[in-house]
């Protein structure tokens, strides 16, 4: 087939949509690490999940053997509205680059919230809601998952509880008031309604307030108030799993016009995006029908892959949470402030990081202003303002464009854009004055951080 009939993007009809989410931990011999209970250390019950989580979800979190789970007509119902998301190709990009390459790009912003995490906002606030709660708490660093899941609770009915991290809530306020729009209460953390955010308040008057604090706020919060739950929007299997809509449909797209991707690039921060849009081609690698390359993009200040060790460790600094076993800087590690909040997380799915082990993917790190040339690159050729996370695979796609354009190879390039750089207009802001800078952290400070493993 030749080039031009590939179109600018390629769409899925209703029928050819993904009805049911696929669980690669099915498909792979070797499994995910069990989560632990931190106080007995043993694989975590379905009942001890059960009250943190909605049932539901524990049950999904827990499932390591059913491949197809169907998605329920109502999320499927929502997905509408958004979804699907188109398949890109970059043909701007590659005569930017001269490259014989072919690009392609799954967009995941063309959302209220931004990004794809409403993919998997929309299926916990559904399960919530069938469970017969009434609230639901989480934290938000950034601000694009707690946006998205005050969209899907504003949908279905359920109160919505964000703890925002304090220097976000007054850095970000048009997020803030996204949420509120929704009916999200949002509450800057730390805040003197928890006894953990009390505690930190006393000892600590004048902070800023850290992801790891938030979570314990709202994990409080949720375990307190009657018919209420926790959720995260990254790291859990159940997070991947449902965001394996991304890479069912970017396989359906490819396979309509006949196109086997060589590689594949995805931004991990938890890992969610990246496990999602890479499931599906993870199975065919398993079941040796392809060899294609997969490529997880991270930032140098933030490097869990390529730096970290393979361990059990808390996925919060607060350590309420259970022991996942990951790639970790260690769950002291505290990121320096980056303009990528998406991405500042200490450890990594345990799905990806059991990929990566095996062999099935590799890493690359990359820094804040080679990424931030890349988002600009794009944005002026291809007309979509990325968000400083999604541009970190953007950065890896245009340098494995040009490594084609040296070897003239003309490679299916595939990249996850996860959102819209909208939001981030202090960071752009940043980078086109010139004022922003690169940090990497020394081997001495990621031992230190790495030395208080449990
Ligand atoms: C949250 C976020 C990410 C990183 O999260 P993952 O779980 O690693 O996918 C990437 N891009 C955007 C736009 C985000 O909002």
Redesign the pocket.
């Known amino acids: 087939m030749s080039t031009q009939e590939i179109p600018y993007k390629i769409f899925l009809t209703e029928d050819e949509m993904p009805k049911a989410w696929f669980n690669v931990r099915a498909e792979m011999k070797q499994k995910p690490a069990p989560l632990l209970n931190p106080a007995t250390r043993q694989p975590v019950t379905l009942d001890e999940l059960s009250q943190v989580f909605c049932r539901e979800l524990a049950m999904q979190e827990l499932d390591d053997a059913t491949p197809f789970i169907p998605i329920p007509q109502p999320i499927l119902d929502f997905y509408k509205m958004y979804r699907p998301s188109p398949l890109t190709r970059a043909y701007f990009l590659e005569k930017a680059l001269g490259t014989p390459a072919h690009i392609y790009y799954k967009f ?2 063309n959302n209220t919230s ?4 409403l993919n998997s906002a929309i299926a916990q606030a559904y399960y919530a809601k069938q469970q017969g709660l009434a609230s639901i708490t989480t934290e938000t660093g ?1 601000g ?2 707690g946006t ?1 899941l005050s969209m899907a609770c504003s949908f279905f009915g359920l109160k919505c509880h964000v703890f925002m991290v304090k220097c976000s809530y007054e850095q970000k306020p048009q997020r803030r008031e996204v949420m509120r729009t929704y009916g999200a209460q949002v509450t800057p953390s730390p805040s003197n309604t928890t006894d953990v955010g009390r505690a930190i308040l006393a000892a600590h008057p004048d902070t800023n307030g850290s992801l790891g604090c938030a979570i314990s706020e709202a994990v409080e919060t949720a375990i307190k108030t009657p018919n209420c739950r926790y959720t995260l ?3 859990l299997a159940q ?1 991947l799993l449902h ?1 394996s809509i991304i890479g069912l449909e970017t396989q359906q797209a490819l396979k309509k016009y006949n196109i086997k991707p060589d590689i594949i690039i ?11 849009l890479i499931s599906p081609f993870v199975a065919e690698k398993l079941r040796g029908e392809s060899d294609c390359k997969i490529i997880a993009v991270e930032p140098a200040s933030c490097p869990s892959l390529t730096r970290g060790r393979y361990a059990y460790d808390f996925c919060d600094t607060g350590r309420v949470c259970p022991l996942a076993k990951m790639y970790t800087l260690g769950c002291d590690y505290i990121p320096s402030p980056s303009h ?4 500042r ?1 200490h450890g ?2 345990s799905v990806v990081s059991e990929l990566y082990d095996q062999g099935l993917l590799e890493a690359r790190s990359v820094t804040q202003v080679e990424v931030f040339a890349a988002a600009r690159q794009f944005a002026r050729v291809e007309g979509t303002l990325p ?4 541009s ?1 695979a953007i950065k890896v796609a245009i340098d494995e464009a040009l490594k084609c354009k040296e070897t003239g190879e003309a490679k299916n390039i595939v990249f ?1 854009l ?3 750089g909208y939001f981030d207009m202090y960071a752009y802001q940043r980078f086109n004055d010139g004022e922003m800078t690169d940090y990497i952290p020394t081997d001495e400070e990621l031992e230190a951080a790495a030395a208080n493993l449990p």
């Not at 990528?340 to 991405?343: F, P």
């Open positions: 995941e912003g931004g990004s794809h995490k950034a694009q998952w998205a929007g990254s790291v997070v965001q995805g931004c991990a921060g938890g890992g969610s995006n990246l496990g999602g990528a909040g998406g991405l997380y990594m799915s968000a400083p996370e999604s970190h996850g996860t959102g819209t």
